[in-house]
Structures are given as structure tokens and as C-alpha cells.
């Protein structure tokens, strides 16, 4: 059964450093996104992407954050100059572009970002 | 403002018994609601998915949607220790429906 990886399943990186989480999306999926979780606290909405460009933001995903599909198989968030309110679990997820409005999200297992 | 309240956890459960979680939400533009479960060390998977309000069946599984109450339920008959996980509600507007606002989660286990 097809589904979302993501590598490392654990980054430790110290403030200030530049990161980069990878994700490989369900292979015929047009929509991409990023979710993180804070420890304790809810599953949080960062952004989705489709067709290159980025489709929704919420105000989370700031200017530190960046999103790319460099080839066709992975889709990355980087995160510029992290801090420590940056440590959560990132989950990445895909969905077809179905022809309604709402697509079953698939999700990843994700990565632990842990800022020292 | 987009929230989503759900009923804290942990919860714990004979095996057999009926599980009920629930959550309430304030934002009445939401319109697709969703239930996730959420293993230890894996990402959510979607378990059921509703579109305004009414029932929804699949297995042992039932979803419920009020929104004059702005409440949603999920309902688990004959729940088994393999049903242990958290459960996590979601929902999003039909402006922005590939959004999801998620709830807190819900521990939920099964002793068998």
C-alpha cells in the first residue's frame, strides 16, 4: 500500500541552524503539506502546496519557513534559523487532486525536530 | 477564529464496551469533519470523513455530525484492544477545506 515517508525520523539541531525535513508524498498525489505538533499541544496546519507553488499558508509558516518540490518525488520544509519554539514533530501529508473540494489527507510519520 | 475543543483523555475501556468521543467547535463555516487515529510514533490516519451534518457507518465505526450544536461524534461499538490510540477530530471550511483545524486528541484504551 502506497504511503508518505518522511527522513530523519529524528533531527536534533542547535538554534540558529539551518534544517531541512524530507518528505516523499504518495506517488500520484498533487497536494502537499506540512503539519507540525508542538509537544502537548494540537496537530497545527503550516501550509500546502500544488503545482509548484505554495496554495495556503496559515501564520505559523513565516518567513523562516520554505517549501520546495526540488525533484519530482520529494517535497521539503526548510526552516532558515531555527529556534526553539521550533521543536514539535513535522508531519507531511499528500492528497489527489480529487475533482471535489475535500481530498483524503495521507500522512507521514513524521520527524522530531528537537532545538538545543 | 478557527477552534476546535475536544473531551480530554486519557480514557480507558473494558474490551466490548461502547467508546464515544466528541468534540465542539466555534467556526460555523466548517463543513467536512474528520476523524483521525493516531498511533504511538506514526502520523494520523483517517478514519472517517463526513460532509455537513448527519451519520456516517463503517463497521464498527460511526461518525455524527450536529451542526445547529457545532458538536461531531465518533462512536466505536464492540471496541477491541487494537482500537487503543488517540483520536483526534479535524474539520475545515469549504473555503479552505485541504486546511484541517484539528483537536487536541483523545488517549483512548481498550483493556482487554
Known amino acids: 500500500e502506497p504511503e508518505v515517508t518522511q527522513t530523519p525520523s529524528h533531527q536534533v539541531t542547535q538554534m540558529g541552524q539551518e534544517v531541512i525535513l524530507r518528505c516523499v508524498p504518495i506517488?500520484?498525489?498533487?497536494?502537499f503539506y506540512w503539519y507540525r505538533q508542538i509537544l502537548g499541544q494540537k496537530v497545527e496546519f503550516l501550509v500546502s502546496f500544488y503545482n509548484n507553488e505554495i496554495s495556503e499558508k496559515s501564520e505559523i509558516f513565516d518567513d523562516q519557513f520554505s517549501v520546495e518540490r526540488p525533484d519530482g518525488s520529494n517535497f521539503t520544509l526548510k526552516i532558515r534559523s531555527t529556534k526553539l519554539e521550533d521543536s514539535a514533530m513535522y508531519f507531511c501529508?499528500?492528497?489527489?487532486?480529487?475533482?471535489?473540494?475535500?481530498?483524503?489527507?495521507?500522512f507521514g510519520p513524521g520527524t522530531r525536530l528537537t532545538v538545543l | 477564529q478557527k477552534e476546535v475543543e475536544q473531551d480530554p483523555g486519557p480514557l480507558s475501556v473494558p474490551e466490548g464496551a461502547i467508546v464515544s468521543l466528541n468534540c465542539t467547535y466555534s467556526n460555523s463555516a466548517f463543513q467536512y469533519f474528520m476523524w483521525y487515529r493516531q498511533y504511538s510514533r506514526k502520523g494520523p490516519e483517517l478514519l472517517m470523513y463526513?460532509?455537513?451534518?448527519g451519520n456516517k457507518e463503517d463497521g464498527r465505526f460511526t461518525a455524527q455530525v450536529d451542526k445547529s450544536s457545532k458538536y461531531i461524534s465518533l462512536f466505536i461499538r464492540d471496541s477491541q484492544p487494537s482500537d487503543s490510540a488517540t483520536y483526534l477530530c479535524a474539520m475545515s471550511d469549504s473555503g479552505s477545506a485541504r486546511q484541517l483545524t484539528f483537536g487536541s486528541g483523545t488517549q483512548l484504551t481498550v483493556l482487554p
Open positions: 463526513t460532509y455537513s451534518s
Open positions: 506517488s500520484n498525489h498533487l497536494y
Open positions: 501529508a499528500s492528497s489527489e487532486e480529487g475533482t471535489g473540494v475535500y481530498d483524503e489527507q495521507f
